[in-house]
């Protein structure tokens, strides 16, 4: 596993990237962190590459310099993080506030394969 650093929309974003095959994204719930991933299932998928983002609500990147205007700034920052790492089509899996994250995202029509949500799903804000 890598831990590495992008710069996206005036901050810095960190993920860790394991693994070769599709893209899978994995995005945590609140205060959690891409960690959080690895430490339970990310080695358990063979053929993919598998990218966790810390989410700016996580408490590894969390900022006041990021305070959700609307519903869909989370699901936002996630495309523009996507893009950003250049990755096309990704399975998306989240959890929690990540789970409201990729199913906002996907409402969005960003480009994805596939979601996956593990629940509980709320809105927290």
């Known amino acids: ?6 710069y996206v929309n005036g901050r810095s974003v960190r993920y860790l990237v394991h693994g070769d095959g599709k893209p899978m ?4 719930g609140f205060s959690f962190s891409a960690d959080d991933w690895f430490n339970c ?3 358990d998928f063979p053929g993919f590459r598998i990218y966790a983002v810390d989410m700016p609500y996580g408490p590894k990147s969390r900022s006041e310099h990021f305070t959700p ?3 869909d700034d989370y699901a936002n920052h996630l495309y523009a993080v996507i893009r950003a790492l250049n990755i096309e ?3 998306l899996i989240g959890a929690s506030l990540g789970g409201e994250t990729v199913l906002r995202y996907l409402a969005l029509n960003y480009p ?3 979601g996956i949500v593990v629940g509980p799903v709320s809105t927290l804000y």
Do not use: L, Q
């Open 1 to 6: 596993m890598d831990e590495n650093w992008i």
């Open 25 to 28: 994204v994995m995005v945590h």
């Open 41 to 43: 299932c990310g080695n």
């Open 69 to 71: 205007r609307n519903d």
């Open 89 to 91: 089509n990704p399975i």
């Open 112 to 114: 994805a394969i596939a």
